[in-house]
């Protein structure tokens, strides 16, 4: 595919961007091939759809909307190509960090998804919420169908390989049944 010239004063514009400024502009256009693309001052930059967001989405109109004003990071400034990448998610904190904080605790959440090596379920009370895995070495040949309702501890957060690990509650009584029995 053959891209028209840049004109000399868009290769200014594009000159005086750097990776890593914030910019503003409009949300022009959403493609559905997942790009969303966005005017920056009289240029058309781009945004990939898993720079949207750090949450799984299906379509970039999940987080944005044509007209709409975003503030981005420029993620890259290609001169030659007349390019411009962007990142809305880059300008937010990771969730999933905030969850890395939460290793330990007790949650209850749905089974989403049954794989054959395990059980996924939902461990934030929102429909776009982060999945972790229970192994079936967990379940123990428990039946579980997608929806039950099951009470998991979250074991391991790998934030860079966005996997969360879960293991199954143990009952109070399991856990008193361990405490009497004296070693």
């Given at each position: 595919m053959h891209?028209?010239?840049?004109?000399?004063?868009?290769?200014?514009?594009l000159?005086?961007?750097?990776?890593?400024?914030?910019?503003?502009?409009?949300?022009?256009e959403?493609a559905d091939?997942?790009?969303?693309?966005?005017?920056?001052?009289?240029f058309?930059?781009?945004?990939?759809?898993?720079?949207?967001?750090?949450?799984?989405?299906?379509?970039?109109?999940?987080?944005?909307?044509?007209?709409?004003?975003?503030?981005?990071?420029?993620?890259?400034?290609?001169?030659?190509?007349?390019?411009?990448?962007?990142?809305?998610?880059?300008?937010?904190?990771?969730p999933?960090?905030?969850?890395?904080?939460?290793i330990?605790s007790l949650?209850s959440?749905?089974?989403?998804?049954?794989?054959?090596?395990?059980?996924?379920?939902?461990?934030?009370?929102r429909?776009d919420?982060?999945e972790?895995?229970v192994?079936?070495?967990?379940?123990?040949?428990?039946?579980?169908?997608?929806?039950?309702?099951l009470?998991?501890?979250?074991?391991?957060?790998?934030?860079?390989?966005?996997?969360?690990?879960?293991?199954l509650?143990?009952?109070?009584?399991g856990l008193?049944?361990?405490?009497?029995?004296p070693?």
């Open positions: 891209q028209p010239a840049l004109s000399n004063s868009e290769k200014t514009f000159g005086t961007l750097r990776q890593g400024q914030r910019i503003e502009g409009k949300v022009i959403i091939f997942g790009v969303t693309f966005v005017d920056i001052g009289g058309t930059a781009m945004i990939n759809i898993p720079e949207l967001s750090w949450r799984y989405l299906n379509h970039p109109g999940d987080v944005v909307s044509v007209g709409q004003q975003v503030t981005a990071e420029i993620l890259d400034v290609d001169i030659e190509r007349g390019r411009v990448a962007l990142s809305l998610k880059a300008l937010q904190d990771d999933l960090t905030e969850l890395e904080r939460q330990g949650v959440g749905p089974v989403t998804k049954i794989v054959p090596f395990g059980v996924f379920v939902r461990v934030e009370d429909d919420g982060f972790g895995l192994q079936n070495t967990e379940l123990a040949g428990n039946q579980v169908e997608v929806g039950d309702i009470m998991v501890r979250i074991s391991l957060v790998d934030v860079p390989r966005r996997r969360i690990g879960l293991t509650a143990q009952t109070p009584a008193s049944d361990a405490d009497d029995d070693a």
